[in-house]
């Protein structure tokens, strides 16, 4: 029979917007947080992290905002390029003992020329 | 070059058959992890290993095995008990305090 997948949802950006990925993480003692790209076929490649003594992190084109009281983290990516099209994740852990980092599902983020 | 390398890239089994995946890496990380992913879903954790000869269950254990017998290496069971083993598998190391660095990914497809 026929086999239906889930679809991630979906952010589409025309070139050169800026672009903001949203995620809800769950666990409230978590101080550690990542997000991750993944292209089609390969594996997720690290893009920027945050810790939770600090809101804003910055990088190259990319700013990672952390909410701690409503547990929400967002990513901002300046001027969307075609090549910064893929499926995002973003990960969280509590770095204690036998930690082990929490994944969302993931967005696509889809850049129209 | 550091690194994380998976082989191979592309794998196909036989109903009933065991496989087993490799990952090596060189970075002289202490944490190793095996990630399965699905069409249009995140990354589930199968088994992870925070030092070499010991490693716990993750979230989908059943149905896989794996060994820690030298730190660069962490070897994925897939054997005939996993009744769904179609997926996209992926290793990831780390120091255990940062991030998890990820390998190519190794594509198994059931025949």
Same mark, same amino acid.
């Given at each position: 029979?026929e086999?239906v997948?889930?679809?991630l949802?979906?952010?589409?950006?025309?070139?050169?917007?800026?672009?903001?990925?949203?995620?809800a993480?769950?666990?409230s003692?978590?101080?550690?947080?990542?997000?991750?790209?993944?292209?089609s076929?390969?594996?997720?490649?690290?893009?920027?992290?945050?810790?939770?003594?600090?809101?804003?992190?910055?990088?190259?084109?990319?700013?990672?905002?952390?909410?701690?009281?409503?547990?929400?983290?967002?990513?901002?990516?300046?001027?969307?390029?075609?090549?910064?099209s893929?499926?995002y994740?973003?990960?969280?852990?509590?770095?204690?003992?036998?930690?082990k980092?929490?994944?969302?599902?993931?967005?696509?983020?889809?850049?129209?020329? | 070059? %550091?690194?994380?390398?998976?082989?191979?890239?592309?794998?196909?089994?036989?109903? %009933?058959?065991?496989?087993?995946?490799?990952?090596?890496q060189?970075?002289?990380?202490?944490?190793?992890?095996?990630?399965?992913?699905?069409?249009?879903?995140?990354?589930?954790?199968?088994?992870?290993?925070?030092?070499?000869?010991?490693?716990q269950?993750?979230?989908?254990?059943?149905?896989?095995?794996?060994?820690?017998?030298?730190?660069?290496?962490?070897?994925?069971?897939?054997?005939?008990?996993?009744?769904?083993?179609?997926?996209?598998?992926?290793?990831?190391?780390s120091?255990g305090?940062?991030?998890?660095?990820?390998?190519?990914?190794?594509?198994l497809?059931?025949?």
């Amino acid at each position: 029979g026929e086999s239906v997948g889930l679809h991630l949802p979906t952010l589409s950006v025309q070139e050169g917007d800026n672009s903001i990925i949203n995620c809800a993480y769950s666990n409230s003692a978590s101080d550690y947080f990542i997000w991750y790209k993944q292209e089609s076929g390969k594996g997720p490649q690290f893009i920027i992290d945050i810790r939770s003594n600090m809101d804003k992190r910055q990088g190259q084109r990319v700013t990672v905002l952390l909410n701690k009281t409503v547990k929400h983290l967002s990513l901002q990516i300046a001027a969307t390029q075609p090549g910064d099209s893929a499926v995002y994740f973003c990960a969280e852990q509590f770095t204690g003992a036998n930690s082990k980092l929490t994944f969302g599902k993931g967005i696509t983020l889809s850049v129209r020329p | 070059d %550091g690194g994380i390398t998976q082989s191979p890239k592309y794998l196909f089994r036989k109903e %009933g058959q065991n496989v087993t995946l490799s990952c090596e890496q060189n970075l002289n990380h202490d944490a190793m992890y095996w990630y399965r992913q699905d069409p249009g879903q995140g990354l589930r954790l199968i088994y992870y290993s925070q030092i070499v000869n010991d490693f716990q269950k993750g979230d989908i254990a059943e149905g896989y095995s794996v060994s820690r017998e030298k730190k660069e290496s962490f070897p994925l069971t897939v054997t005939s008990a996993q009744k769904n083993p179609t997926a996209f598998y992926l290793c990831a190391s780390s120091t255990g305090l940062s991030e998890q660095f990820f390998g190519p990914g190794t594509r198994l497809t059931v025949l």
